[in-house]
């Protein structure tokens, strides 16, 4: 093809430029597909870790509010009667011109697992700080924070399993998992001191 001065581009010529740039316009698309996409997969997964996080410190908040703090198992076990109703952290509610431990009610600081009604409601203990509801053990549930399921206020959700472990006589190991649709999940450990 003889090009004339003055003439332009031949059809050809700008066919495959338009081409080229439709290839490096759709490079471009795919990489800030993937980068936005990245970008919400961190976002929930930095979600997941503050439900943690916020899990954690209201439990540990109240155990240091709290003294004279004991671990039950529901149930209990050979070396541990039954203290409380279900398992969790209990502690005595001092009168106010006492110090001696266990001079006062006892009052739950974690129901781990809170008997339920008849419509699957749990049924707390009068003076319960914190709970874990969890009515269907295959799916998340939610730290909440009162004694009454019907005024009690939302700590944190999408909780896939909230665990305490006696280590030792004055030790507890708080174990939270969190989890989301999209199965992340994150999992946060940390030790309270009873005393």
């Not at 050979?78 to 009168?95: C, K, V």
């Not at 008849?118 to 004694?147: C, V």
């Not at 959700?157 to 665990?163: A, G, K, Q, S, W």
């Amino acid at each position: 093809m003889k090009r004339c001065q003055g003439d332009g581009f031949t059809l050809l010529e700008l066919m495959l430029a338009m081409a080229v740039f439709a290839i490096f316009l759709l490079g471009v698309s795919q990489v800030l597909r993937q980068e936005i996409q990245s970008y919400h997969e961190d976002m929930r997964q930095e979600a997941l870790e503050e439900k943690a996080r916020a899990a954690m410190l209201q439990i540990l908040d109240q155990c240091h509010l709290n003294a004279y703090k004991f671990y039950s198992y529901s149930g209990g076990t050979a070396l541990s009667p039954p203290l409380g109703p279900d398992s969790g952290i209990y502690f005595y509610n001092i009168r106010p011109n006492s110090t001696t431990p266990g001079n006062g009610a006892l009052v739950c600081l974690l129901d781990l697992n809170p008997s339920r009604d008849t419509n699957g409601k749990p049924i707390l203990a009068p003076g319960t700080l914190l709970y874990f509801d969890q009515p269907n053990p295959k799916a998340t549930g939610a730290l909440m924070y009162g004694d009454n399921p019907a005024t009690a206020h939302l700590v944190a959700d999408d909780i896939e399993l909230l665990m305490v472990t006696p280590d030792g006589n004055h030790f507890v190991k708080i174990d939270i998992v969190t989890k989301n649709l999209e199965n992340q999940s994150f999992e946060l450990v940390s030790w309270a001191r009873l005393y």
